[in-house]
């Protein structure tokens, strides 16, 4: 990855965990949905699947051409405001190269291990 590439991530970072920030204000923690689930953060979360569909649909895979607006866009502002997209995004693709099996294990691994190891940093920090 060039410097100019690395440092447009990190610009896309900033503004998408900024908007992560502002979006989730508008959400106070106890606005909550019926089953007690974070509103804020599931709005962020398909918000941001959202984007990074329309952004790979428009963009395409990554080339020397569109590395920098895939740099911005979509690792920067998409990874910034939320790793859901990335999680999202490679589930589909999977679905697409016709592999299911592996876009179901890629969901039942990601959120059991990634619930696990919350649970282990909590504890850890208790």
């Known amino acids: 990855m060039s410097l100019p590439n690395l440092i447009l991530a990190a610009l896309g970072g900033a503004l998408g ?3 992560r920030v502002l979006i989730n204000a508008l959400f106070p923690a106890d606005a909550r ?3 007690g689930l974070p ?8 918000a941001g699947s959202l984007a990074i569909g329309w952004l790979m649909g428009r963009l ?3 080339t020397p051409d569109n590395a920098r607006w895939h740099s911005l866009l ?4 998409c990874g910034g405001f939320t790793t859901f997209s990335a999680f999202s995004w490679q589930t589909l693709a999977l679905l697409q190269k016709n592999q299911p099996t592996a876009a179901l294990a890629n969901v039942l691994l990601s959120v059991t291990l990634c ?6 940093g909590w504890r850890l920090a208790r």
Do not use: D, E, H, K
Not at 39 to 46: A, D, F, K, M, S
Not at 74 to 77: C, D, I, P, R, Y
Not at 115 to 120: E, G, R, V
């Open 60 to 62: 395409g895979g990554l």
């Open 17 to 19: 965990s900024a908007l």
């Open 39 to 46: 509103l804020g953060t599931i709005v962020i979360n398909v």
């Open 74 to 77: 979509v690792a920067g502002l």
């Open 115 to 120: 619930l696990a190891a919350t649970w282990l």
């Open 33 to 35: 949905l019926t089953w």
